[in-house]
């Protein structure tokens, strides 16, 4: 049987990918922003209602972490209202819905890696926003699988790496936070990890006539700080930098030095959590699933990158 999916967010970072790693699953209908008005939840409902999927993919969300203290309503609209309308939908037609959530969800104030059984407190309104459209989709009684992750970057779109790199190429030095902890997660690689969780939902129906739901932890393995994030994507560039200067990336860096400040060195409208550290322990059991290290996830990131 062909499935029907619905990728929602297809032009952000984690959707451009999926629409390809998603294909071979069956018919996909991806949509963005410019064909549904997520803070419409009439027609959030009725996009659901004529797509009629086996499966939602919803990798749309209100991203803009200080932005959203000054646009809280939109925030909700977008990160609950929207997530929590599509799950209703998910649980009238018996769809499985797979949602991304943040590690922002949590204060940040444990020593170790969170699990999914601590306590959440999220620090800003972008947090607390994610922390209640998890709640809406549980509410809902949808089947659901809903992934945290942390620091998701790629090649493409707005995100921590093309900063560095743009930065670099201008200033002399980069002053980055150097005591914020967490796992830096390649968008294609969240894309190619939910094909198989996806794919292990199938086989669980197939054998129990349900889906399998809960929460669970997606990040690459391993941990470093924005600052160390940021002086890998610097040696990478200078590693894989084609030598005839070609291509988007082409340009040459003005530095190379990543000097580590405090957080309190570089304030900002949203608080974020100083240990963003997600155990990936129970999305291992329960799929199967070992992501690779951060720094090896970025490696081939910037191979693909530098070398196109």
């Known amino acids: 049987m062909s499935l029907r999916v619905l990728i929602t967010g297809c032009n952000g970072q984690v959707g451009w990918h999926l629409q390809r790693t998603l294909a071979p699953m069956g018919e996909v209908t991806a949509i963005d922003i410019e064909q549904l008005d997520l803070t419409d939840s009439q027609a959030v409902a009725r996009t659901v209602r004529e797509v009629a999927p086996d499966i939602v993919v919803n990798a749309a969300a209100y991203t803009a972490v200080d932005k959203a203290e000054s646009e809280p309503e939109l925030a909700r609209a977008i990160n609950v209202g929207a997530p929590g309308k599509i799950a209703e939908e998910c649980s009238r037609s018996g769809a499985l819905l797979i949602h991304y959530s943040t590690d922002y969800?949590?204060?940040?104030?444990?020593?170790?890696?969170?699990?999914?059984?601590?306590?959440?407190?999220?620090?800003?309104?972008?947090?607390?926003?994610?922390?209640?459209?998890?709640?809406?989709?549980?509410?809902?009684?949808?089947?659901h699988i809903i992934l945290r992750t942390t620091w998701v970057y790629d090649i493409r779109g707005k995100n921590f790496l093309r900063t560095v790199?743009?930065?670099?190429?201008?200033?002399?030095?980069?002053?980055?936070?150097?005591?914020?902890?967490?796992?830096?997660?390649?968008?294609?690689?969240?894309?190619?990890?939910?094909?198989?969780?996806?794919?292990?939902?199938?086989?669980?129906?197939?054998?129990?006539?349900?889906?399998?739901?809960?929460?669970?932890?997606?990040?690459?393995?391993?941990?470093?700080?924005?600052?160390?994030?940021?002086?890998?994507?610097?040696?990478?560039?200078?590693?894989?930098?084609?030598?005839?200067?070609?291509?988007?990336?082409?340009?040459?860096?003005?530095?190379?030095?990543?000097?580590?400040?405090?957080?309190?060195?570089?304030?900002?409208?949203?608080?974020?959590?100083?240990?963003?550290?997600?155990?990936?322990?129970?999305?291992?059991?329960?799929?199967?699933?070992?992501?690779?290290?951060?720094?090896?996830?970025?490696?081939?990131?910037?191979?693909?990158?530098?070398?196109?």
């Open 165 to 308: 790199i743009r930065l670099a190429q201008e200033k002399e030095e980069l002053r980055i936070v150097g005591d914020q902890y967490g796992a830096p997660t390649w968008a294609r690689g969240l894309a190619e990890a939910t094909t198989i969780i996806l794919g292990r939902c199938l086989e669980h129906k197939g054998g129990t006539g349900k889906w399998r739901t809960g929460i669970f932890h997606l990040t690459a393995g391993g941990q470093t700080s924005w600052a160390g994030f940021a002086q890998a994507i610097l040696e990478d560039y200078v590693a894989f930098r084609p030598a005839d200067g070609s291509g988007e990336f082409g340009s040459p860096l003005k530095t190379q030095k990543v000097s580590p400040i405090t957080t309190e060195e570089y304030p900002t409208p949203a608080r974020r959590p100083r240990n963003s550290a997600l155990s990936n322990a129970q999305v291992q059991a329960a799929f199967g699933i070992t992501m690779p290290e951060w720094r090896d996830q970025l490696r081939l990131a910037m191979q693909d990158a530098l070398r196109r």
């Open 105 to 143: 969800v949590y204060d940040g104030s444990k020593q170790t890696p969170y699990d999914e059984r601590d306590a959440t407190g999220p620090l800003s309104v972008y947090g607390e926003t994610k922390l209640a459209g998890d709640q809406a989709i549980q509410a809902s009684g949808c089947a």
